[in-house]
């Protein structure tokens, strides 16, 4: 039987003084806390700004854009004008973790777009009463 060499990297194989044991490890496509992230099992959801954008950007070009680059499809948007010099946009994401939207983070971050430098951050998770 021939495994696929994509499947035998997720597998790692140690043989040591007779015994022999099978560890799986993670893949590339799982996303996990990483290292010193506080993880809650209440926490579902993540928020990510946004800022830097034109006015005249509607939320589906947002949307097109950061799912382009593997973000997933974020839940609710909320404007923020500021001074009108860079408006910037408040994304929620209701079923996704902080620590996942970090990871993402990297990809967008200071990237040019719609002739502006775009900055996004991933906000830490509010504390509600």
Known sequence: ??????RLAA??????????SVKRRPTINEVRPM????????ADMGELWVS?????VS?????????GYGFPSFDWIQRIDGTGASP???????????????????????LFW????????????RDEY
């Open 1 to 6: 039987m021939r495994i696929p060499v994509a």
């Open 11 to 20: 597998w790692s194989l140690k043989i040591g003084y007779g015994a022999l």
């Open 35 to 42: 290292a010193g992230a506080i993880v809650s099992k209440e």
């Open 52 to 56: 830097n954008i034109q006015k005249e």
């Open 59 to 67: 939320d589906d070009e947002i949307r097109k854009f950061l799912c």
């Open 88 to 110: 910037a946009a408040l994304l929620g994401f209701d079923t996704v973790h902080g620590y996942a939207l970090r990871n993402l983070q990297p990809r967008v971050h200071n």
């Open 114 to 125: 719609k002739n502006r430098r775009v900055t996004v951050q991933v906000l830490p998770e």
